[in-house]
């Protein structure tokens, strides 16, 4: 009888507990089926922020190197005239004493006519070098039979130093000396005639270098001397006409660096 009812007692405690158990499952199965998944998107990350803008660099500025700046050597022509342009005179062109009288161009040449009773008149060329050839061609006439023309250089600014060549065509001798003062102080280093020499009212090419300490005198493309004589450096060069009342035409001047 006891078991009996101990059998009673435990379908009927579990009569109770199933649906108890039931109950539970299906409101934890309502529950899951009600809650709906979420569609919202995920928050973004924020987009970085733009580079700054490139910044490009300022192109170099191209910097001219300087010219360069040619320097004359041996051989280079310095100086110039050929007397055709009279509107560009590198001379006087009017008279410029009562005793001395250049005419200036006229006829393609230069002219200057000494009007001096003695003695030379001429015309200095700009610049002032050290080794350098002078050469011009030149007809003498009138005055005396000592006449002729001339050409120097290494000319003192104070015109009373140079050495100079000077020719006598009527005589066909030249002289090279180195012209100190004027006078008795003068010293000649040659004189001697050439038949190199072309007559008087002839045209003679007349050639004066100094290089160095050699002084060399050319007439008419032949080498007629050549001294040694280290007194003068450096100084001008000139050409003229010597002989009282005498007319020199020059024509074809060029100074030669040496």
């Known amino acids: 009888m006891w078991r009996l009812n101990l059998t009673l007692l435990i379908v009927l405690a579990f ?25 919202q998107a995920p928050e973004e990350a924020p987009a970085p922020p733009p580079p700054p803008p490139a910044t490009e660099a300022p192109a170099p500025t191209a910097v001219s190197a300087p ?4 320097v004359p050597g041996p051989g280079s022509v310095v100086f110039s005239d050929n007397f055709d342009d009279p509107s560009k005179p590198n001379f006087p062109v009017t008279t410029r004493d009562a005793t001395e009288r250049s005419q200036g161009y006229i006829d393609g040449q230069y002219e200057i006519i000494n009007g001096t009773r003695s003695g030379g008149e001429g015309e200095g060329l700009p610049g002032t070098y050290s080794n350098s050839t002078i050469a ?3 007809k003498v006439s009138g005055g005396p039979d000592t006449a002729g023309p001339y050409v120097s ?56 270098t100094c290089a160095a300490s050699t002084i ?25 006409v010597n002989g009282g009342g005498a007319v020199g035409r020059f024509d074809n001047l060029v100074v030669t660096l040496r």
């Open 15 to 39: 009569s109770l507990v199933v649906p108890v158990m039931a109950q539970d499952g299906e409101e934890d199965a309502g529950s899951a089926s009600t809650e709906e998944p979420s569609t």
């Open 67 to 70: 010219a360069a700046t040619a």
């Open 136 to 138: 011009i061609d030149a």
């Open 153 to 208: 250089c290494r000319r003192a600014n104070n015109d009373n130093e140079d050495y100079q060549l000077s020719v006598e065509p009527a005589h066909q001798r030249f002289r090279l000396y180195r012209y100190q003062g004027g006078g008795s102080a003068n010293v000649t280093l040659v004189m001697q005639n050439s038949t190199a020499i072309r007559g008087k009212d002839e045209v003679n090419r007349l050639e004066l």
């Open 216 to 240: 060399t005198a050319a007439i008419n493309g032949t080498q007629v001397t050549s001294v040694q004589d280290a007194t003068y450096t450096t100084g001008r060069h000139r050409f003229g």
